[in-house]
């Protein structure tokens, strides 16, 4: 069936396009109720699968070590940081992930229960989560480069019963102790978790290794605790219960903990792995992302084993471990039929190799298409990704919400003519719109914001955790009958869809999601600071870099630059070295409407050199000269 026909029968008879994919997994129980409304009255109550019955690690292992796969390898993990390459078969990781689950099971783990996950991207991340998916339990990954404030924000949300960890992560330059901030994320939480299981990496060189200081009767040595543990069965969960709580930027501080279900999300991977990727059973995946966003929980972990492929967890950058040819090196030895990133990812390997010299000692003849997201894939990165490698390059465009793409050109159903600057067109199950500010439909080309009519396809989150209001407010209530997606865009003529940016106070750093709002408030917390404002700046190799301007408090006896000191460091101590937060610009004033509103997209013109009109609700027009030269001489310094 065409893509046309099949993204028709997808909006038109929903219930009959996704029973039949659905039908394609081994529940325990088959649903009969495809997609159901807990309120009769309310569209926005919708579920999937409502009466059936599966469990994801069962699906991920034991179905395929019972259908011939058990030898296949499961997870490749290469490790150019610490220098080892190891794999796993089906059948190793089903027994690794049936023991772990029997640990966390003695640690009081059940179904329901929460378990935050911390670590670094090794093997014990991957079996860790698959674990406690066999006991029907919840897992919130939280991405390592989150400094401790930040995971007891998420402990304090979450209130898991066990959290799982490791000794460190090894980051190119440097070793980030995780069991410190651990400790210290724990000390900050009002939430205290029962018990603490560390994975000890001691598989790497003498020099790259920590020593441990375990809490008796608290923290637990994974190796200890394995080597003592029990196999356990996967215990079956309903369609509705909750996966997994993955946390994600909003325009607060506080994160917002998306609920993904389990039998919509298994469905819609599981289809999308086929349609989207175009990958069968056997196949390999490489994509270079971390468990720690919503990317490495679909498609490093859970999509790949569910169509039973072979998947690459690779502990690395694109760039400098040991060169820009380690994505083309990967694709060759696991014979990757996909590579997936962030375009900052290709970026980095352009500014290295800008002719593409590594690439040719590499046989990439397994690899179909390139596939990209995370953030706007610039045209200019597309035309070189796709001219050094000779492989199609497919931007696709999705969210932590989403869970799986939104938008692609799917290659698996048929490929499309690809249109520059599109993540092409809405897959199945979705009905993308553009509507103006005030909800009206608006007219091809033309910019507005991207919504996407309820319901959505199975797969998509299902709510706020803890926290039915925030979902309301935050994705449903603004336009009725729509999930509001904070992105900005517009569809041509022919139903491309081109992603032209968030409208909200989110920026994307190097493929990273991360809260304007959120920095503000860090930044605002300083004793100097009267007034800030944080925004993202135009950045030709991370997409968008945070600049921070600052208002400094009257009689404050501290310099312009040893402020800014202060400041990088806080931020970095309280979200983290992802967030990239290195400037700050001291100013007399911020640009505000007479309401007080902070004016910051024309902060943000100016930043980035481009041309904006003044609003005639400014309060302090003469501001904005002085920000235009506050920065430029920061640029010319
Ligand atoms: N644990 C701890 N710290 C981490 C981390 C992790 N998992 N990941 C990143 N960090 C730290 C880095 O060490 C760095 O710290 P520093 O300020 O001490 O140097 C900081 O966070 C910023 O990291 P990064 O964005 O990786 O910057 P970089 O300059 O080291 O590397 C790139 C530049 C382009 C190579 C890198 O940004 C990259 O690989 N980008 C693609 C990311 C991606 O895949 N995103 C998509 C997610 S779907
Ligand atoms: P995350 O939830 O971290 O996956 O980030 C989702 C956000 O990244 C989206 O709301 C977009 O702003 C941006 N994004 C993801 N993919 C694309 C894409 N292909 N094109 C443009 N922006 C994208």
């Known amino acids: 069936m065409s893509y046309q026909l099949q993204h028709q029968e997808s909006i038109n008879n929903p219930e009959q396009y996704w029973r039949r994919q659905a039908s394609k997994l081994a529940w325990y129980q088959q649903p ?33 070590v019972e259908h011939g796969r058990g030898d296949q390898v499961a997870i490749f993990y290469d490790s150019p940081v610490t220098g080892v390459q190891t794999s796993y078969t089906y059948a190793q990781l089903r027994d690794e992930v049936a023991c772990f689950a029997g640990v966390l099971q003695k640690h009081g783990v059940s179904k329901g229960d929460r378990v935050v996950i911390y670590m670094p991207m090794i093997p014990q991340a991957a079996i860790a989560m698959l674990a406690v998916a066999r006991l029907g339990a919840i897992h919130s ?123 919509g999300y298994a469905t819609a991977l599981h289809f999308s792995m086929q349609s989207v990727y175009n990958l069968k059973p056997g196949d390999t995946m490489f994509t270079a992302s971390d468990v720690g966003w919503v990317v490495g929980h679909s498609y490093i972990v859970y999509g790949p084993l ?48 800008p002719n593409g010299d590594f690439l040719k000692h590499y046989d990439l003849s397994r690899v179909e298409t390139i596939f990209m997201a995370g953030e706007r894939l610039d045209p200019a990165t597309y035309e070189w990704a796709q001219d050094v490698s000779g492989k199609p390059v497919v931007d696709h465009w999705w969210q932590t919400e989403s869970g799986w793409p939104i938008c692609a050109n799917p290659t698996g159903i048929e490929t499309l003519a690809t249109k520059v600057g599109s993540s092409s067109v809405p897959v199945p199950g979705y009905q993308v719109q553009v509507l103006d500010d005030l909800g009206e439909p608006v007219a091809a080309n033309q910019q507005g914001n991207i919504v996407i009519q309820l319901p959505l396809p199975p797969g998509c989150l299902a709510g706020i955790w803890q926290n039915p209001e925030r979902f309301r407010s935050s994705y449903l ?108 610009v001291v100013v007399k004033r911020l640009p505000k409407t007479r309401s007080g509103k902070i004016l910051r997209k024309i902060v943000r013109n100016i930043a980035d050199g481009q041309s904006y009109s003044v609003p005639s609700t400014i309060d302090d027009p003469e501001s904005l000269a002085e920000i235009a030269e506050a920065l430029a001489q920061r640029t010319t310094s």
């Open 306 to 353: 569910l169509l039973g492929c072979s998947t690459v967890l690779y502990e690395g950058k694109p760039v400098f471990t040991p060169d820009a040819g380690a994505f083309w090196r990967i694709a060759e030895q696991y014979q990757a039929k996909v590579i997936f990133a962030a375009p900052t990812a290709f970026r980095a390997i352009r500014k290295e190799d």
């Open 141 to 263: 990954v939280v991405f390592g480069g989150f400094a401790a404030h930040e995971l007891a924000v998420r402990i304090d949300d979450a209130e898991p019963k066990v959290v799982v960890s490791a000794s460190h992560g090894i980051e190119p330059h440097r070793l980030v102790p995780y069991k410190p901030l651990l400790d210290k994320a724990i000390e900050k939480a009002e939430f205290k978790p029962q018990a603490s299981i560390i994975y000890q990496r001691l598989q790497v060189p003498a020099d790259k290794q920590v020593k441990l200081d375990l809490n008796p009767g608290f923290d637990f040595d994974w190796q200890t605790e394995m080597s003592a543990a029990q196999p356990v069965a996967p215990v079956a969960v309903k369609s509705t219960d909750p996966l997994y709580i993955l946390y994600t930027s909003g325009t607060t501080g506080k994160p917002k903990g998306v609920v993904r279900d389990s039998g």
């Open 477 to 584: 209530q603004q336009f009725p009958g729509y999930y509001s997606s904070g992105d900005g865009g517009y569809i041509d003529e022919d139903g491309y869809v081109f992603i032209m940016g968030r409208t909200d106070d989110v920026i994307n750093v190097a493929g990273h999601r991360l809260s304007t709002g959120e920095m503000e408030e860090v930044v605002a917390s300083h004793s100097a600071v009267a007034e800030c404002c944080v925004i993202g700046a135009h950045d030709s190799l991370k997409g968008q870099q945070p600049l921070g301007l600052g208002i400094m408090k009257n009689g404050v006896d501290i310099s312009a630059e040893q402020l800014e000191k202060e400041l990088v460091a806080l931020v970095r101590e309280e979200i983290g070295a992802l967030a990239c937060f290195k400037t700050v």
């Open 32 to 64: 009969t109720q495809t997609l159901s409304y807990t309120d009769g009255n309310d569209p926005e109550s919708y579920q999937w699968f409502a009466d059936g019955e599966l469990n994801l690690s069962y699906l991920t292992l034991d179905y395929h």
